[in-house]
């Protein structure tokens, strides 16, 4: 079956970085494209970050210069660099793919940008 799992995650004061991975599981990990959202207290979940199996990149305007997402097919992993953190990057980030026809989603990592 189809797994999604988020280790990382964490407190990281503004102006700081991290990196948030996902492991997957259960499908042809290479030939689907890989989505990070994310979900801000009080908020709706919105799409951050997604690429193709074939590394092809797209941002969301909102983070476009600070979040970079990859992949490694080898190892079934996407990540997501996250620089210049902001107290309003404070959310449950999620990976997610699409396995048609379902949406598979990980458990969610929590990031806090506090001071």
């Known amino acids: 079956q189809v797994q999604l799992v988020e280790p990382g995650g964490g407190l990281v004061q503004p102006g700081g970085s991290l990196r948030l991975s996902c492991a997957a599981s259960?499908?042809?990990?290479?030939?689907?494209?890989m989505r990070w959202y994310r979900q801000a207290p009080g908020k709706q979940r919105e799409w951050v970050a997604a690429?193709?199996?074939?590394?092809?990149?797209n941002y969301a305007t909102s983070v476009k210069g600070r979040f970079t997402i990859s992949r490694d097919n080898a190892k079934n992993t996407v990540s997501l660099q996250i620089n210049s953190l902001k107290p309003e990057d404070t959310a449950v980030y999620y990976c997610?793919?699409?396995?048609?026809?379902?949406?598979?989603w990980g458990q969610g990592t929590q990031v806090t940008v506090s001071s």
């Open positions: 259960g499908f042809i990990f290479k030939i689907y494209a």
């Open positions: 690429i193709t199996g074939e590394g092809k990149t």
């Open positions: 997610q793919t699409t396995v048609y026809p379902v949406d598979y």
